[in-house]
């Protein structure tokens, strides 16, 4: 009975189903082991009496010994009897003791305002009744599920017929490249072909993948006073020195770019043009041009990011950069993210042939092959001019939501509030006066189930911004209406 008391705990089989199998046998050795509780030399009964000890038949306690055996932890001697291997004698933990996790030394992971407050956001976002002025999402709900649906199963059915599923993504990324190719000629100006394509899956992978053939430790990367702070962090990770440019109504401060450049040799520049990430504002043509001038001067490449070009409610849209004749400095980054929602993984770099071959083979390492239905997909609605139709009819919802937001914040708020009003986009970069602190908004808000963005998580040094980036494209109407209410009620609470 001593005995029967000491090895069915000594295995972990107190409690456990009345007849082990050999398996959980083996596992009962292995961390009886392993923590220090069977010494290296151990004897263990015979199989006969080991069975009968854990009320087992003899051939359990056979097939577990040999494979306990097998994998080094037992060892038999003829005429002796089976013992605990002698190679675990310095490995041994004592079983008093408690063994150490295994805590191997890492990089330090970015730790910006932006990415815990999308944590926060995400978790906050599912309770019942809250509201979320993102970046500026597209409404998911406008989506036209069923042309979608159909072109996702004409592509599916379309890979299953030509066996092309298992062969990766090679054709059918060469189709969606071609697809893209024409569609930025016709729409954004760009002369490009397919060879000037590469493919990604969303914006930050772009970027990181932009950034890591360019950059080497040390080298200086300029960037916006207020920018996107997964850029900046994906640049820092990669050894980049940051320097800012500062901002104003007309877009980055050029004159500030060609200062930096005389004091250091600068890698690259990260702008988002069009519609500057958060700002809204449009960077001018005369500081269009003084900036591929200043690239072509000093020898610094342009990542343009041009996140959202396909929303523009006031006149034209200014061309990219990128599709200037004369350009041979920009690195185009674009995505279809605002147009058909983030569940659609597609993203794209535009640069000379000799970058985007560099560009894929680094992609391939990391990603391996794309989605080849979805890419088949995707580059038939945008040949049927289906991508286009769904824009046109979205885009005019998006601005009347636009200008209901626009309504309703300056009867809330007055003269307390400054807008600049964008051309485009799917968001307003609001400025409050001194007396509303918007850090302490944003957290009052958050009480009153509403979630937003402090200004100070766009700055790259997290300096202080007493504004607002409040994306309206993904909520509709009255959603709009209460997510105003609750923001002027937080005010009302933090207001001096």
Same mark, same amino acid.
């Given at each position: 009975?001593?005995?029967?008391?000491?090895?069915?705990?000594?295995?972990?089989?107190?409690?456990?189903?009345?007849?082990?199998?050999?398996?959980?046998?083996?596992?009962?050795?292995?961390?009886?082991?392993?923590?220090?509780?069977?010494?290296?030399?151990?004897?263990?009964?015979?199989?006969?009496?080991?069975?009968?000890?854990?009320?087992?038949?003899?051939?359990?306690?056979?097939?577990?010994?040999?494979?306990?055996?097998?994998?080094?932890?037992?060892?038999?001697?003829?005429?002796?009897?089976?013992?605990?291997?002698?190679?675990?004698?310095?490995? *041994?933990?004592? *079983?008093?003791?408690?063994?150490?996790?295994?805590?191997?030394?890492?990089?330090?992971?970015?730790?910006?305002?932006?990415? *815990?407050?999308?944590?926060?956001?995400?978790?906050?976002?599912?309770?019942?009744?809250?509201?979320?002025?993102?970046?500026?999402?597209?409404?998911?709900?406008?989506?036209?599920?069923?042309?979608?649906?159909?072109? &996702?199963?004409?592509?599916?059915?379309?890979?299953?017929?030509?066996?092309?599923?298992?062969?990766?993504?090679?054709?059918?990324?060469?189709?969606?490249?071609?697809?893209?190719?024409?569609?930025?000629?016709?729409?954004?100006?760009?002369?490009?072909?397919?060879?000037?394509?590469?493919?990604?899956?969303?914006?930050?992978?772009?970027?990181?993948?932009?950034?890591?053939?360019?950059?080497?430790?040390?080298?200086?990367?300029?960037?916006?006073?207020?920018?996107?702070?997964? *850029?900046?962090?994906?640049?820092?990770?990669?050894?980049?020195?940051?320097?800012?440019?500062?901002?104003?109504?007309?877009?980055?401060?050029?004159?500030?770019?060609?200062?930096?450049?005389?004091?250091? +040799?600068?890698?690259?520049? &990260?702008?988002?043009?069009?519609?500057?990430?958060?700002?809204?504002?449009?960077?001018?043509?005369?500081?269009?041009?003084?900036?591929?001038?200043?690239?072509?001067?000093?020898?610094?490449?342009?990542?343009?990011?041009?996140?959202?070009?396909?929303?523009?409610?006031?006149?034209?849209? &200014?061309? +990219?950069?990128?599709?200037?004749?004369?350009?041979?400095?920009?690195?185009?980054?674009?995505?279809?993210?605002?147009?058909?929602?983030?569940?659609?993984?597609?993203?794209?770099?535009?640069?000379?042939?000799?970058?985007?071959?560099?560009?894929?083979?680094?992609?391939?390492?990391?990603?391996?092959?794309?989605?080849?239905?979805?890419?088949?997909?995707?580059?038939?609605?945008?040949?049927?001019?289906?991508?286009?139709?769904?824009?046109?009819?979205?885009?005019?919802?998006?601005?009347?939501?636009?200008?209901?937001?626009?309504?309703?914040?300056?009867?809330?708020?007055?003269?307390?509030?400054?807008?600049?009003?964008?051309?485009?986009?799917?968001?307003?970069?609001?400025?409050?006066?001194?007396?509303?602190?918007?850090?302490?908004?944003?957290?009052?808000?958050?009480?009153?189930?509403?979630?937003?963005?402090?200004?100070?998580?766009?700055?790259?040094?997290?300096?202080?911004?007493?504004?607002?980036?409040?994306?309206?494209?993904?909520?509709?109407?009255?959603?709009?209406?209460?997510?105003?209410?609750?923001?002027?009620?937080?005010?009302?609470?933090?207001?001096?």
């Amino acid at each position: 009975m001593v005995q029967l008391r000491k090895w069915r705990p000594l295995l972990n089989l107190e409690g456990g189903e009345p007849q082990a199998s050999y398996r959980k046998i083996v596992e009962g050795l292995v961390s009886a082991i392993s923590d220090g509780r069977l010494l290296p030399g151990t004897p263990l009964p015979g199989t006969r009496d080991m069975a009968q000890l854990l009320d087992v038949n003899r051939k359990t306690v056979i097939l577990a010994y040999e494979e306990a055996a097998t994998k080094g932890w037992l060892y038999s001697v003829p005429r002796r009897g089976t013992f605990v291997s002698q190679q675990f004698a310095a490995q *041994a933990t004592p *079983a008093r003791k408690v063994a150490q996790p295994f805590a191997p030394k890492l990089r330090d992971a970015p730790a910006t305002a932006y990415f *815990a407050a999308s944590e926060q956001a995400t978790a906050w976002h599912q309770r019942p009744g809250a509201l979320f002025f993102d970046n500026g999402a597209c409404d998911h709900r406008l989506l036209p599920q069923a042309v979608l649906h159909r072109y &996702y199963r004409k592509a599916l059915r379309h890979s299953f017929a030509t066996n092309t599923v298992r062969h990766g993504s090679d054709g059918s990324g060469h189709h969606l490249r071609r697809v893209l190719a024409d569609m930025l000629r016709q729409e954004r100006g760009l002369n490009v072909g397919a060879e000037h394509i590469c493919l990604t899956q969303g914006t930050q992978m772009s970027l990181y993948l932009a950034a890591s053939v360019l950059l080497r430790p040390g080298d200086v990367v300029l960037v916006e006073r207020l920018s996107y702070p997964p *850029a900046w962090e994906i640049f820092r990770q990669l050894g980049a020195r940051l320097e800012p440019v500062d901002l104003d109504e007309e877009g980055c401060r050029v004159e500030q770019i060609e200062a930096l450049c005389r004091l250091h +040799p600068v890698r690259f520049l &990260y702008v988002t043009p069009h519609h500057q990430f958060p700002t809204t504002v449009s960077l001018r043509a005369g500081r269009r041009r003084q900036l591929l001038e200043l690239a072509r001067r000093h020898d610094f490449c342009v990542i343009e990011e041009d996140y959202d070009h396909e929303y523009h409610f006031a006149g034209r849209p &200014y061309l +990219p950069l990128a599709s200037d004749p004369l350009q041979r400095h920009v690195i185009y980054v674009g995505s279809l993210s605002k147009s058909l929602g983030s569940t659609f993984r597609c993203s794209f770099i535009v640069a000379p042939p000799a970058v985007t071959e560099t560009l894929s083979r680094t992609a391939a390492l990391i990603l391996g092959q794309g989605d080849a239905v979805m890419q088949r997909m995707l580059a038939d609605l945008i040949e049927a001019g289906e991508l286009r139709k769904h824009l046109r009819r979205v885009s005019r919802e998006y601005r009347r939501r636009r200008d209901m937001l626009l309504g309703c914040l300056r009867e809330a708020f007055g003269e307390r509030i400054a807008v600049q009003v964008p051309e485009g986009g799917l968001a307003l970069w609001v400025r409050f006066v001194p007396s509303i602190n918007v850090d302490r908004l944003v957290v009052e808000a958050l009480r009153l189930d509403l979630v937003v963005r402090a200004g100070r998580q766009f700055s790259p040094a997290g300096q202080p911004e007493n504004a607002l980036r409040l994306g309206f494209a993904s909520l509709d109407p009255d959603e709009i209406r209460q997510a105003v209410q609750r923001l002027a009620q937080a005010a009302k609470t933090v207001a001096d």
